[in-house]
């Protein structure tokens, strides 16, 4: 089992910056990714941002040149830079991280945090 905590959402003006983190800690060693999803109210989540444990990236393209996901790995914590919000931002965000074992795909969520961009 993984847990993950959000922490850094808030509200914001458009253009303006906030900096989310997830916190991860339980079986860490069996992740082999981290990232971001989103959910606006009537919408389906989305991905963000995600980072696997070999570097790899992936952005949405609603986020590209924005939007900067990295990690600590000496912290068990994986970070969503977030610039140039735009009030379409507007989101609940929630840490993902999923492990692929001998079962399959296993998916764990944070509670999530919530992101409000002010035009």
Known sequence: ?????????GLVQAGGSLRLSCAASGSINSINAMGWYRQAPGKQR????L????GN???ADSVKG???IFRDNAKNTVYLQMNSL?????ADY????YEVG???????WGKGTLVTVSS
Do not use: H
């Not at 001998?102 to 764990?108: E, L, P, T, V």
């Open 1 to 9: 089992q993984v847990q993950l905590v959000e922490s850094g959402g």
């Open 46 to 49: 989305e991905m963000v941002a």
């Open 51 to 54: 980072i696997t444990n070999g």
């Open 57 to 59: 990236i992936n952005y």
């Open 66 to 68: 924005r939007f900067t």
């Open 86 to 90: 735009k009030p379409e931002d507007t």
């Open 94 to 97: 929630f840490c993902n991280a």
């Open 102 to 108: 001998w079962s399959g795909k296993i998916d764990y």
